[in-house]
């Protein structure tokens, strides 16, 4: 374990003033919750809000009220590369988990694809929204009406950023967001769920009623934890936790089970501010996202498309090699650049036999060539120079996608 200034992958600072205010959620619950409830839902415009104890959680009761809805509809569709807390809801909501590769240039379904791989039996197709890209949701809603299947839309890193002239999560169908320590916003955990469906809603209400809410001594402990959390998310302090091999931060995990429950009055506290922050937040990534791309190739900054605020900037390098040799310099100095989900959806252990015979090529070479840089809130000017300098002192050369369909050459330019 090396005492250093560690920046992590990913990041949403907690400040004294949300610990004060998520003390008093943990005294008064359904004030906080109701409030925020309030808020959201003038803020996304939308009929209905529901707060639940994680993003996972908030997939898993909406596939649950849509089998409610559509009982005879076994399977939900996800693009093959995406997190794997996604399948992981699908399973434990009793439905089949169905694939469809990607497109290397957008992180969005390969469309060809999914107009074949919609069929009869599909309850839903989620989208995916990765790094805060926009899917193309209005697309998937009309390849999905002959079929009769539902949209959710999968906003856990995108929650803030607009598709066209809508906010990503109320285009479709129904929509969620993540509320964890590495999301846009966060209060340690948590998933909200929003809709303008009335069917959808009562479906979901019908579940949310029967959910438990946080005991008080889980709550208190939960707010330690948080409080931990704030101040070792921080890069003079984040060596300690990194160097922690048990804890196995930035690991991806198939759970096979995890608690689905009402987000907690303390959480809900602990989001006094969010908007404000939420704002500030996305600007500051979007403003490093455009930092690392106009450093890198200065000569193609003009009409570049930078994701809106990607918590994660992702760059792919032209061999697994390159990419690991990478992230392994920048584990030495301790940079934050990291890969993302290490396999396709249907190479996880827990779920692969459903996929034998099948590939997802696209899913696959992105496993294997993306990395991640860290674009978040906490990351310092000297260290966004640190990384440039970095990336293109590589002899080897590399791409970064900064956004729908626009690449750079990494390696050729020197740091501005």
Known sequence: MKIRRTIPP???PLKPGDIIHGFEGLLSPRKWRNKMERELKDYFQVKHVFLVSSGKAALTIILQALKSLSPSKKQVLIPAYTCFSVPSAIVKSGLQVALCDIDMDTYDYNYELLDDAVNPDTLCVVSGNLFSIPSDTERIVDICKGNGAYVVEDAAQAMGC???DRLIGTVADVGFFSLGRGKNITCGSGGIIVTNSEAIAAAIDTLYIQLAEPRFLENVREFLQTILLALFIRPS???FPAGLPFLKLGETFFYRDFPVKRLSGMKAGMLWNWRRKLEEYNQKRRENAEYYCGALQPESRSG???????????VMAISRTVRDTIIARSSKQGLGISRMYPTPINMVEEIKSNFLGKEYPAARELSERLF??????LLSKKERKKICELLSGLNESAECFCGRSRQLAMGASKTS
């Open 162 to 164: 607009r598709y066209k």
């Open 372 to 377: 991640t840089v860290p674009v978040h809130p």
């Open 237 to 239: 302090l984040y060596w």
């Open 10 to 12: 990913a990041a949403a």
């Open 304 to 314: 570049m498309i930078v994701p809106a605020s990607s918590l994660r900037l992702p």
